[in-house]
């Protein structure tokens, strides 16, 4: 069966400092991998996706980043973190013959301070 | 533009009474629609998804109902539970001519279930 693993499960961070989230799905090969920004109380906010290694596609300009080094491990990425960074992060995949359903993470609390 | 919202914010229900939340959306041509549950502090989780050549798709306890005439969707949820309180999110798929797939979510329902 396919599982997906995110951490740090939280994280606290003061403005200025880097980031890094890493994201890895077990059990499929080239799937659809998707980052999203939740932020309390609301919906589901599309930041990066990728169809493959090395591909990435922004959804909104930001300060933050993503990469796919290997084909089931995604990373958000930023160099210098804002106050507005602070969220719930999602990572999600599809299957890449897959019907459209998305699989969520658990998720990364992340704090800036 | 493209866009799936929510009738309700938030729905407040008695346990064992039956939930209904709503949802429309406005892309005629989305051809799947799911519903996600998300607990405090987690990911959301599937629930019931429904494709378009479909009007009713049940599922244990749950059941999704797509209107395409009024690009409408609901989940009703039967003899509703305190577990079953949580945020309910939509969502509709776009499948892009390249095989990419992107989900376009609403903003969400909270439900509340009194005991």
């Known amino acids: 069966s396919q599982t997906i693993h995110q951490w740090p499960a939280t994280l606290v961070q003061p403005v200025g400092s880097p980031l890094s989230l890493e994201c890895t799905v077990e059990g499929t090969s080239n799937p659809n991998l998707y980052w999203y920004r939740q932020a309390a109380g609301r919906g589901l906010q599309l930041l990066f996706y990728?169809?493959?290694?090395?591909?990435i596609s922004s959804e909104v300009p930001q300060n933050l980043s993503a990469s796919r080094p290997q084909d089931r491990q995604f990373i958000l990425s930023s160099k210098k973190l804002l106050l507005s960074d602070s969220g719930f992060y999602l990572c999600?995949?599809?299957?890449?013959?897959?019907?459209?359903?998305?699989?969520f993470g658990p998720g990364t609390r992340l704090l800036v301070l | 533009g493209e866009s799936v919202g929510l009738h309700l914010p938030t729905l407040s229900v008695q346990e064992g009474d039956n939930s209904i939340i709503n949802c429309a959306y406005s892309n005629s041509a989305s051809d799947y629609f799911i519903w996600y549950k998300q607990e405090s502090g987690k990911g959301p989780q599937f629930i019931i998804d429904?494709?378009?050549?479909?009007d009713k798709r049940q599922g244990q306890r749950v059941t999704v109902l797509l209107n395409k005439t009024v690009k409408h969707l609901s989940l009703q949820i039967a003899a509703t539970q305190p577990g079953d309180s949580a945020v309910y999110f939509c969502?509709?798929?776009?499948?892009?001519?390249?095989?990419?797939?992107?989900?376009?979510f609403g903003t969400g329902t909270r439900l509340l279930v009194s005991p």
């Open positions: 969502a509709e798929n776009h499948l892009w001519n390249t095989g990419f797939q992107k989900l376009v």
């Open positions: 999600a995949w599809i299957p890449p013959a897959g019907s459209g359903t998305q699989y």
């Open positions: 990728s169809v493959g290694i090395g591909q």
């Open positions: 429904i494709r378009s050549n479909m």
